[in-house]
Every structure is written in structure tokens, then in C-alpha cells.
């Protein structure tokens, strides 16, 4: 694979999608920023980035039709296809969406529910396809790493759909790893821990902070840099036997020997 990858990083206004844009970026790829609707933030995180051949993309997963579309739409702003997918945009964990069961109504959990799939993990299948499918066609082989999360393995009380959510992605690289090797594709998860974003700065400064960082022995969440770094490596030419696989990021705080 060329030094020069056409990379497309989903949800990259801020946080670990950011970080991990910057990662590609550093590495000397040609980077797709996507973002929903936080232009600004998108075109920082651009403006942030060393090289060149940069763009911004947006589009909102939720709608099936502008999911599919966007692969098209990062090519022609890049002017090659793209070859390594990063799925990291998503709903993830804000108090404000909690949905405990026990204190949810049935019209909340479902609208949850709803929400978090038609993110988290059909908009996601639906990039996915597009870029798997136009990789197909060209003859091109290709990574694709997603994010998920350790809560599809520690489970998530208070977002028991988007730990779903969650695991369907999970799944779905299972499956297109087998899928998609024939083809070159490799696919690859990191479900990562906490993760000190801007999201979620609030509750690490709160009361409840003290007991987050407790989760790991290291006594403190991950970073966004630790999450980028193994995604770039797990989309290098070196980590193609990673396919199939779905790496912990969460410094010893759940373990699945
Ligand atoms: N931070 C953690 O502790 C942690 C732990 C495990 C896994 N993760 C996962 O890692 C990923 C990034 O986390 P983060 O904390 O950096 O998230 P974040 O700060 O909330 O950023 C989420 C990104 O996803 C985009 N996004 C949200 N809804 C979207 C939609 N409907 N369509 C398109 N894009 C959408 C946002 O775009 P806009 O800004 O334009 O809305 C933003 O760029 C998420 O998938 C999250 O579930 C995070």
C-alpha cells in the first residue's frame, strides 16, 4: 500500500476521531474529515492537520441514503478512493440519552432504541458497504477499523442500546473480515474503555470522576492519541492478520483473557 492512503475518518469534529485523523494525517495520508453538522469543528480539525489534499465531508448517518453517498462524496474530494474507513462517528454515551431500564417508558427505551441502531449501526453498515463495494469494483484492496466499545463486553446499564448498537458493529467486522478477505479487505474493532474526549470532560471533573479512573489499575481513562495509534496501526500493511479481530483498549479495566 502507497504511503499516501486516501483515509475517511467518520465523526472527526472533535475527540477520537480527530485524533485519530490526525494519526493518518501525520503518517502522511490524505484525510476525509467527516463530520454531522459541527462545520466548524470539521474544518479545524482540518486546518489542524499537516500535509496536504485534506477535505471535509459531511453527512448525517442517520439517514440511510446520505451514509451510502458519502464514500462517493470523500473520493471525489480526495480524488482517489479511499482505501482505509475508519468508523468512529456515532451516539455515544451522553447522560442525557441514559435509558435504564427501570426509570425508562416504553416510548423512551424504543425511541433509544431506534436511535442508537439507526446510528451507531445501520448508517455505519451503510458507509461501509459503499466503500467496500467501490473497493471491489476498482480492484483496490483496503482496511476497514471501527470503534466500539467495552461496553459490548462489560455491558451498559444505563445505554443498554447503544452497548447494542455497539455490538452489532462488533459483529459486523467479524463477518466482513471472513467476507472481504478474498477481495484484500481487512477488517479490524477497538473497543476502547473510557476515553477522556471533550464529551465527556464534565463527568471525569465531576464527584463521579474519581471513580472512572478507578476502573483501571493504571488509575487514570485512555486518551484519544491511544486509541489513534491502534488504528493506524491496525490499518498498516503489517497488521493484516489482525482481520477478524477485536482489540482492547482499556488499560486492564475489563479483561477477556
Ligand atoms: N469517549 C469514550 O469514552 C468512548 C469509549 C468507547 C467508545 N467510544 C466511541 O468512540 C467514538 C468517538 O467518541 P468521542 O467521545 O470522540 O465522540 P464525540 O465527541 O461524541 O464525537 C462523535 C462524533 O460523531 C459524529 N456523529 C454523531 N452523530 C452522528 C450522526 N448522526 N451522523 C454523523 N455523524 C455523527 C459527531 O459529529 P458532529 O460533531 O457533527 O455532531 C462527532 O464528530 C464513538 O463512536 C464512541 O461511541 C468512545
Known sequence: MSHSRAVLVTGASRGIGRAVARAFAEHGDRVAVHVRSAVAEGESTVASLPGEGHALVTADLGDATAAAELVARAEAALGRPVTVLVNNAGIATTPAL??????????????????????????????????????????????????????????????????????????MDASLAVALAPHGIAVATVAPGFVETERVRDRLDSAAGEAIRADSPFGRVGRPEEVASAVLWLASPEAVWTSGATLDLNGASHLRP
Open 98 to 171: 441514559a435509558h435504564p431500564p427501570a426509570e425508562t417508558s416504553a416510548t423512551e427505551w424504543q425511541a433509544a432504541w431506534e436511535e442508537y441502531l439507526r446510528v451507531n449501526a445501520l448508517g455505519t453498515a451503510m458507509v461501509t458497504h459503499a466503500m467496500t463495494r467501490r473497493l471491489i469494483e476498482v480492484g483496490l484492496p483496503g482496511r476497514v477499523v471501527s470503534i466500539g466499545t467495552r461496553g459490548v463486553h462489560r455491558g451498559e446499564p444505563e445505554f443498554p442500546a447503544y452497548a447494542a448498537s455497539k455490538a452489532a458493529l462488533h459483529s
